[in-house]
């Protein structure tokens, strides 16, 4: 990692709080362009056997590293290490549900990135909304929405079944998710889903922002929580045409993969 990056990163550590939602962006961003120093518990860098040390923190697990040679000396490692972009390690670690932690040896014992946010790191931090994500049942109103959306998901072979959440991602405006259940993934699967919710986004108020989750993704925190809590408004395959009322107690909680501390 070039100075001017590791600089800011460790910048960015000393500023990172919970409620500085905006400085935890701007260190993702940082993490996502610069390197980290990854501590391997055996092992070396690029052998089969190595492996990463690991931490536990409220039940979730994290990958301790450094960033920087500066913070490796300070950190009285005596094992191996490798050095590997944040996009890599990112990518790498968020399908085994790892976070990192950055220098745990330092006073206040250092920065955690949940493995949700490392899944945003590796699939784009623009592309994903910033979590925690607040998520819960809609209290909107749109009966014409949601049957006109039936209607054209019934006409949409693939579709199984849909489901909704309504999210308030940390930073941003909330909006209206629908989960689809599809027979068959692809890309002509995913075009047909686009073209069924475009042609029903016109029966939703203006300024309501609605976006589509696969419920095939096992690391979407939208469709984990959708499968956990929800159910569905349309289903092929119990041939219901109704959309149920709110699950009882489903009011807004955290999503899945983040500390509550987070």
């Known amino acids: 990692m070039g100075s001017t990056s590791g600089e800011r990163v460790e910048q960015l550590l000393r500023q990172v709080s919970p409620d500085r939602h905006d400085t935890y962006e701007s260190l993702l961003h940082a993490l996502a362009e610069g390197e980290l120093w990854m501590l391997l518990w055996q092992g070396t860098s690029g052998s089969p056997d190595a492996q990463y040390g690991n931490m536990d923190v409220e039940g979730y697990g994290y990958a301790p590293c450094v960033t920087s040679p500066q913070e490796l000396a300070a950190s ?28 745990p040896h330092a006073p206040g014992g250092g920065v955690g990135i949940p493995w949700l946010d490392l899944r945003r790191i590796a699939t784009g931090l ?32 693939n579709v ?30 995913v075009e047909d889903v686009r073209m069924m919710v475009r ?19 096992d690391y979407d925190p939208v469709a984990m929580w959708l499968r956990a809590n929800s159910r569905p408004f349309f289903d092929r395959d119990a041939h219901a ?15 899945p993969g983040y500390p509550q501390s987070y």
């Open 126 to 157: 623009d592309q994903v909304p910033a979590g925690p994500l607040r998520i819960s049942e809609p209290s909107l109103e749109l009966p014409q929405f949601y049957a006109l959306l039936s209607q054209n998901a019934h006409r949409t072979a």
């Open 241 to 255: 045409g109704a959309a149920p009322g709110p699950v009882t107690g489903s009011g807004p909680a955290p999503a």
């Open 76 to 103: 009285g490692w005596t094992r191996s290490h490798e050095v590997v972009t944040g996009h890599r390690v990112a990518a790498s670690l968020y399908r085994q549900r790892w976070g990192v932690w950055m220098n």
């Open 160 to 189: 199984r079944a849909l489901r909704r959440a309504w999210v308030q991602p940390a930073t941003g405006a909330p909006y209206l998710a629908i989960g689809h259940d599809l027979y068959e993934d692809g890309a002509q699967a």
């Open 199 to 217: 042609q029903s986004v016109g029966a939703v108020p203006d300024g309501l922002a609605v976006s589509s989750v696969a419920m095939a993704d």
